[in-house]
Structure formats: structure tokens, C-alpha cells
């Protein structure tokens, strides 16, 4: 009977040890997440991932540039390339309100600082020319217009191409021009006289466009088991997925800054690969926790015999309040493992020796459990 007892003793330490330390480390690991993270459940355990069909597209960018009719990623300093940013800088209000930060965006690397540029080249007012909109700026000591629209109505209005130089127009120029899309604008400017306009002159377009995100990196999650959907915005979330959108949605997500691009993807594949390594990490709490409780038991079913189950009982519970103290964020429930462990003394009746060596045993065990679980909030 007494070998039974002691039997059903050590099993429920082993489960409960086991349990226990588990949920400490799950715990540390979620505490890890946070804003942009909203999770309920530890990251490793959604193997689903739903991604909001809008975050597959990159923010609205330059996608070409046309010098005048060639297509470049990113234009070269050159006069033709200074004059097609100095257009940009002081039409880009001109343009729809959706891509004017992207085309400020596309003169940066050019040098340009729209605020330093007008600061030298005020603009004096809007001007309109053959019925194209543009502004009239001061260069030097003299004053320029510069304007924005279709590339082919500027074209057709251009007595001028600018393509290295200052050069005439020629018939086959329409036919090199950019097919029309929307997000392309063309670019002209005129010298101004005595508030009169000169000839126009074609500088080139830039069009602006959203590409597809690189999902590539994902594929090392698909080859592990995790599958990804695509929702549209309004979609259904299922509870046990990881939702990537723009606001929290469901039990757990990941909510995408508006201006943070594709970057959404490193972020995912870096949040799995840390918890993987994080999980190893809390293997050897696990094995501390299992290891210590068979010894203790062994000792003191070796040294009290029949004492033994009643006062390997108070070492479990002193291990799960000392092990759990630290994640309680209420004090007062903190509190509440003292009385409970004194009720618990009083009803398994250890002897006073038995009852104190298994308490510093349980203290002794969280004391060092907590430190390999340190490893988790220190990485």
C-alpha cells in the first residue's frame, strides 16, 4: 500500500513538475511579444498564417524613370537628371494625392531636399501654358516654369527634348514615349521672360506604381509545416492563425505599421525562428525539473518510508508557488500561496524534518528552475 502511495506520489510530481515548468517557460516566451504582437498563444503554436491582401503591395513608389524616353531604375546626376528632379520638386502637388510623397521620395537620391531646393528656387505662382498647369519658379537671376502632365499632351505642346541637351523635337519622339498607365507623369519646363513663356521643353516622366512583396522568405516556415493564406481586408480570421493586417485582429496578430512595406515578412520569419531557439533553450528546465524530483523522492522514501508521500506533496507546492510568485502581477494573489501552503502543511501531516528538508527542496528546485528559464526573458 505504502509502495502504491508512494508510486501515485511520484508520477503526480513528474506530470505536475513537468506541467508546471512548461507553462512558466510558455509564459516567458509570450511576455517576450509585444506591440506590434498580439498573442494569446505562444507564436510556435499557429501553424497558420493569414496575411491581408494589401500588404502584398508595396507602398506607391517610383516603379521608372523615362530620361527623356529610355527607362531607368534611378536616374544618374547629370544635368538632364538635375532638371528632371528640380521638375518633380516643384510639381509634385500637381499630381495625384496618392503619389506625391512617392515622387518626392524618387528625387532623394539625387540630392534633392524639397525644402532646401525651394528655398533657393522660391515659387513665385501657378501658371498655365497651352493648357498644362505648372508653376513659375525663380533660378538664379532669372525665372523658369516648370509643369507636369500626360506625357504625350506634353510632348505634343514641346517644341524641345531635352536628352543629354537641348535638342528639337522629331516625329519619331511620340513613338519612343512610355505606353499611358496611370501613375505616369511627363515633365517640361520653359524659361520665362518678362513674365512671358518660352518654348517647352521635354524633360522625361516617372511613373509610380506598387510591385508585388517577396514571400520568399517564408518558404523556410511552408517547409516546417506552416501554411499561409491570403484574405481579402474583410475576410473571416480564424482563431487558431497568426493574423498579419494592418489592425489587431483575432486571437493573435501582428499589426503592420502603415509605412513599414514588405518588411512585415523578416519580421514573421524572425518571430518564429527566435521562438524555436527560445523553445530549446527551456528543454533543460524541463529535464532539471524531472531529474530533481525522481532524486528527492528516491531520498526521502529511502530515509523517512511511509513520511515520504506526505511530505514530497509539500515540495511540489512549495516548487509551483516560488516558481509562479514571479509572473503573478497581483500582489495580493501572491500572497495567497503562504496561508495555502500552511493549510496544505497541516493536511498532509509530514513530520517536522521530513516536511522543512522537502520545502527547501521545492525552494531549491524553483531557485534554479527560474534561473534556467532566465535565459528565456535575457535572449
Not at 101 to 124: D, H, Q
Not at 206 to 216: E, K
Request: hydrophobic share 50%; net charge neutral; charged share 10%.
Amino acid at each position: 500500500m505504502i509502495r502504491m502511495a508512494s508510486i501515485i506520489v511520484l508520477i503526480a510530481l513528474l506530470v505536475a513538475g513537468v506541467l508546471l515548468t512548461a507553462w512558466a517557460a510558455l509564459t516567458l516566451i509570450q511576455r517576450r511579444w509585444q506591440h506590434p504582437w498580439h498573442l494569446s498563444q505562444p507564436l510556435f503554436s499557429l501553424r497558420q498564417v493569414t496575411i491581408e491582401g494589401e500588404l502584398l503591395l508595396t507602398p506607391r513608389h517610383m516603379t521608372a524613370a523615362h530620361l527623356p524616353f529610355e527607362a531607368t531604375q534611378q536616374p544618374r546626376v547629370q544635368s538632364g537628371g538635375l532638371l528632371w528632379a528640380s521638375a518633380i520638386t516643384v510639381t509634385h502637388t500637381l499630381a495625384d494625392e496618392a503619389d506625391r510623397a512617392a515622387l518626392l521620395a524618387a528625387v532623394k537620391p539625387l540630392g534633392f531636399t524639397p525644402e532646401k531646393f525651394l528655398a533657393r528656387c522660391p515659387i513665385l505662382g501657378e501658371v498655365q501654358h497651352s493648357g498644362l498647369r505648372g508653376y513659375i519658379v525663380r533660378d538664379g537671376s532669372g525665372q523658369r516654369a516648370y509643369f507636369l502632365a500626360a506625357p504625350h499632351a506634353l510632348l505634343e505642346a514641346c517644341a524641345h527634348v531635352w536628352e543629354q541637351q537641348e535638342r528639337p523635337k522629331t516625329p519619331q519622339d511620340i513613338s519612343r514615349l512610355p505606353a499611358a498607365s496611370p501613375g505616369l507623369y511627363g515633365l517640361a519646363m520653359a524659361t520665362v521672360e518678362q513674365g512671358s513663356i518660352g518654348a517647352l521643353t521635354y524633360l522625361g516622366s516617372v511613373q509610380v506604381g506598387m510591385s508585388q512583396c517577396d514571400l520568399s522568405p517564408l518558404d523556410i516556415l511552408r517547409a516546417h509545416g506552416l501554411t499561409l493564406h491570403i484574405l481579402p481586408n474583410d475576410g473571416d480570421v480564424p482563431a487558431s492563425a497568426l493574423h498579419i493586417g494592418r489592425q489587431p485582429s483575432g486571437a493573435n496578430s501582428f499589426a503592420v505599421p502603415e509605412a513599414h512595406g514588405c518588411g512585415f515578412v523578416q519580421d514573421i520569419l524572425a518571430g518564429y525562428q527566435q521562438e524555436q531557439k527560445l523553445l530549446r533553450k527551456a528543454i533543460p528546465a524541463l529535464v532539471w525539473s524531472l531529474l530533481w524530483q525522481v532524486a528527492i523522492h528516491l531520498f526521502t522514501h529511502y530515509a523517512i518510508g511511509s513520511a515520504a508521500p506526505a511530505a514530497l506533496w509539500v515540495m511540489l507546492f512549495t516548487h509551483a508557488a516560488a516558481l509562479m510568485l514571479p509572473l503573478f502581477t497581483s500582489k495580493k494573489l501572491a500572497l495567497l500561496a503562504l496561508p495555502v501552503l500552511a493549510i496544505l502543511w497541516l493536511v498532509a501531516q509530514p513530520t517536522a524534518l521530513s516536511g522543512a528538508f522537502c520545502l527547501v527542496a521545492g525552494l531549491t528546485q524553483a531557485f534554479v528552475t527560474r534561473l534556467l528559464l532566465a535565459a528565456l526573458e535575457c535572449s
